[in-house]
């Protein structure tokens, strides 16, 4: 069964979001082997689990502006029951634009359930935005049991290599302990 992500939103903010525009592509062309028959792609909702679905793996389920994704993964999360929900790389923090999508209105609630969510596995690469390289480092979380790790990349291209500079004990470090780090102005 196929039934790809429709655009999200209405009017002039009716689209998808930018990372999402080319992963149903990659998905079709990607070999499966003999994975392929038990893989399933579609949307995010409550009419979205059959009974013989085992687990839901969504891919980068986001908000966008004039758009919530949330009660839809609220929807989808009922009807699945007690089986698994993996999120990779979820952006679901609000966004706020017109039409009382995310207004202030309900906002403690959309937070409490995103915090419900556990992290299993983090890893991130850190580069001035909006751009995308040149690449800094790497945050890296593996999961329940395990520290937050901050890598700095040395090297150009061909000798590259991501240094770990820092352990956290205490949780994901802010924006501004990592600049400091990268940045070498905190010592190690």
Do not use: C
């Amino acid at each position: 069964r196929r039934r790809p992500r429709g655009s999200m939103g209405q009017g002039v903010f009716q689209a998808l979001p930018l990372a999402l525009s080319g992963v149903a592509r990659i998905l079709d062309l990607m070999d499966w082997g003999d994975a392929e028959e038990f893989i399933r792609r579609g949307s995010i909702g409550g009419d979205v689990p059959e009974e013989d679905d085992d687990y839901f793996i969504l891919i980068a389920p986001q908000n966008i502006v004039g758009y919530a994704v949330l009660p839809y993964i609220k929807e989808m999360e009922k009807a699945a029951g007690t089986r698994p929900m993996i999120m990779i790389n979820p952006k679901l923090e609000d966004i706020q634009s017109a039409g009382n999508v995310m207004s202030i209105r309900g906002r403690g609630e959309r937070r409490e359930y995103v915090d419900a969510w556990k992290t299993a596995y983090h890893f991130r690469l850190l580069y001035k935005k909006p751009y995308f390289f040149p690449i800094f480092g790497a945050l890296r979380y593996g999961g329940p049991g395990t520290k937050w790790e901050l890598y700095k990349r040395f090297g150009k291209m061909d000798t590259e290599e991501y240094r770990l500079m820092r352990v956290y004990e205490d949780g994901e470090p802010g924006s501004a302990e990592i600049t400091d780090v990268i940045l070498n102005r905190k010592k190690v």
